[in-house]
């Protein structure tokens, strides 16, 4: 299945939507066309019941994404900025960060700005060795504004965040594993394999139970939210899942689960 885009490339297989960035002669970088692209390839592999897991990368072998596209914004007044921010927040960032799909992001270049707030708002990242990140807005004049304040100290603790934004300075993969900002660091042949692997044991078990599970770890990250109690609440709800009662009659008749994904 393949869905016509402009900017960047959606395809499904044995389960996996994989989301491509495609405008490697800008860096894959976001204008507001490649945006709304994404929150409707996003939306369309979330609500498709074959998508088990989407993988968001950017093609060619330079760049995941180089940021929000300047050229866009460079003339933008306060006002604009501001709806710049927040458009951009509710329709890609964290429309990703609470999708019910797990997310993979496969760092495969340079991350900088907005391609690290992307990233960072997908489920967790794997980086291929030549990847660069960093949150250059400091040195554009403006902050991070896609999440990237709030993530990246979720992510790295604050003070190598307050580095990070600070010195507008890169990272290397290496460096953002020993962070925590990526799970794993692999070559750049190996990336979306690597990522396929780790989707394909995602997709072993209860894509209910992991939604909810999505929904009880993001409340720890939400003003407000008691994410204990989040969690008893989604706890309780698996129990009326068939998902529920396959899985554990499977474990004690001593075979594989066959989830029926309800
Ligand atoms: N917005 C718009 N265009 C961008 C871009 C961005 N964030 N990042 C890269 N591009 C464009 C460049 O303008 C250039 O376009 P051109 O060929 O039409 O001039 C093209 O992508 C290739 O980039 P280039 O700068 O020539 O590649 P490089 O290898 O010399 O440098 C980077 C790579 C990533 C270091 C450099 O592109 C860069 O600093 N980009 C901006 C990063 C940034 O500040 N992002 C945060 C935005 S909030």
Known sequence: MSMPYENILSERNDGITTITINRPNK?????????????????????DKHTKVIIITGSGEKAFVAGADISEFAHFDVKEGGKLAAKGQELLFDYIENLSTPVIAAVNGFALGGGLELAMACHFRIASDNAKMGLPETSLGVIPGYGGTQRLPQLVGK???????????????????????????????????????????????????????IKAINANYKDG??????????????????????????????????????
């Not at 894959?28 to 692209?37: D, F, G, R, Y």
């Not at 929150?39 to 609500?47: E, I, L, Y």
């Not at 962070?179 to 750049?188: E, I, W």
């Open 225 to 262: 939210v008691d994410g204990y109690k989040e969690e008893i609440k989604q706890f309780g709800k698996c129990f009326g899942t068939d998902d529920f009662t396959e899985g554990t009659t499977a474990f004690l008749e001593k075979r594989k689960a066959e989830f029926p994904g309800t």
């Open 159 to 213: 003070g190598r965040a307050m580095e990070m934004v600070m010195t507008a300075g890169m990272i290397d993969a290496e460096t953002a594993k020993a962070y925590g900002l990526v799970n794993h660091v692999t070559t750049q042949d190996e990336l979306i394999a690597l990522c396929e692997k780790i989707a394909g044991k995602i997709m072993r078990n209860s894509t209910v139970a992991i939604k909810g599970a």
């Open 27 to 47: 860096l894959n970088a976001l204008n507001k066309a490649t945006i709304n692209e994404l929150n409707q390839a996003f939306k369309v592999a979330d609500k």
